[in-house]
């Protein structure tokens, strides 16, 4: 059979990634790959597309009636940067609330749209303080919009989205959140958190392949946006008018990503849902955390404050090779990440994607023989 011949074509992975993103798929995913879609047809267009933008807003919120998907060619900062552009207008300002390098990254979109903001820089290693921002927003009347990273993937930091959400909605003001690394593997409520926009990709709690990201938002709020972005192609209101009508994209759609995204949310639901792939995350974040600590590796922060995604560990002592380690691992079947912190040497593993207990047994084992 043609199909089978198509299949053993394919190679076996020859390690998993314990990385952010891209991440380990499963083998249905990838299969979900094999075959063509027209983008004008509806088979696609409300088979996959539509079906996709209904689950996203149900998944995203107790309320989806409220919010809206709209997917988004281009990886997640392409959505980040689509999703600003179009939410701040030209007179607007926005409050970006940064610990990390995809924090910071805002600032950079910001300064190339030449649009108005306000920077709160906090620790790597602390989550953002809520006085301060309070303070901020009484002081600065000019502020019409809040931006954050949920899960500060530079360090695996999880920030108080909602604490400060709801207090930026009693104040009035509109609220993105960047959830690239965090939704669909953390439980989360848009409107019971105060959030307007929810950016996130195809390629990280999803568990899809990489090439798109997508922006939910309020239906009330994307709706005043008609001529606010600041590029063509990163409309995100344009694109939500045209995929709203029949599941469209305005240009062409990266349609076997779309359709193995599918497939990852149909795994998502079998799986059981957020709450269960959550749960799943957590175990194996803790018995990594823990194994990793008797080996002799410490993590950067503080449990409290530790996400399930991702965990940065300081090197062991001054002689620690990080090139030679991953090197090891890798030929041991582990891809590990290199670290991002400014002012520590770290180096960070993540455990989203097709990763289970087993794998980080095996993980463990195989730190402990090149350790030694
Ligand atoms: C992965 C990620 C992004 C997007 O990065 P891309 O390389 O553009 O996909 C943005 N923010 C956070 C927090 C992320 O983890």
Redesign the pocket.
């Given at each position: 059979m043609k199909t089978e011949k198509v299949l053993s074509d394919i190679p076996d992975n020859p390690y998993i990634l314990l990385t952010?993103?891209p991440l380990s798929t499963s083998a249905a995913v990838r299969n979900a790959m094999l075959r063509d879609w027209c983008t004008w047809d509806e088979d696609y267009n409300i088979g996959v597309v539509q079906d996709i933008r209904t689950r996203l807003t149900e998944y995203a919120t107790s309320q989806p009636e409220k919010y809206t998907a709209v997917l988004m060619q281009?990886?997640?900062?392409?959505?980040?940067e689509a999703c600003l552009g179009t939410a701040v207008p030209e007179d607007g300002k926005l409050l970006i609330i940064a610990n990390?390098?995809?924090?910071r990254?805002m600032v950079s979109f910001m300064q190339t749209m030449g649009r108005s903001y306000v920077l709160a820089e906090f620790s790597e290693t602390e989550q953002p303080d809520i006085d301060k921002v309070n303070e901020i927003l009484d002081k600065d009347k000019e502020i019409s919009h809040v931006a954050m990273?949920?899960?500060?993937?530079?360090t695996g930091i999880l920030n108080p989205v909602r604490e400060i959400c709801l207090l930026a909605k009693e104040k009035e003001k509109m609220t993105i959140v960047?959830?690239?690394?965090?939704f669909g593997g953390i439980p989360m409520d848009m409107e019971g958190w105060g959030i307007d926009y929810l950016?996130s990709?195809s390629?990280?709690c999803i568990q899809g392949v990489?090439g798109f990201?997508f922006i939910i938002a309020s239906v009330q709020k994307l709706a005043l946006c008609e001529g606010n972005a600041h590029s063509h192609s990163l409309d995100v209101y344009d694109q939500w008018k045209t995929m709203d009508k029949k599941g469209k994209w305005r240009f062409t759609s990266p349609t076997h990503t779309v359709r193995a995204f599918q497939q990852a949310l149909n795994e998502l639901d079998k799986e059981g849902g957020i709450e269960k792939r959550y749960s799943r995350y957590s175990k194996n974040q803790q018995r990594l955390r823990e194994g990793m600590k008797e080996i002799g590796y410490e993590t950067l922060l503080d449990e409290g404050m530790q996400s399930p995604?991702?965990t940065a560990f300081c090197y062991p002592d001054s002689s620690f090779e990080f090139k030679d380690f991953y090197e090891k691992m890798k030929e041991k079947g582990f891809v590990l990440y290199p670290g991002k912190v400014s002012d520590a040497e770290t180096f960070r593993i993540g455990n989203i994607g097709e990763v289970y207990s087993e794998d980080i047994e095996r993980l463990l084992k195989a730190v402990r023989e090149v350790t030694a």
């Open positions: 952010p993103g281009g990886s997640g900062s392409f959505g980040v990390g390098a995809y924090g990254r990273v949920f899960c500060e993937t530079t960047d959830a690239m690394s965090a950016i990709s390629n990280k990489p990201s995604i991702i």
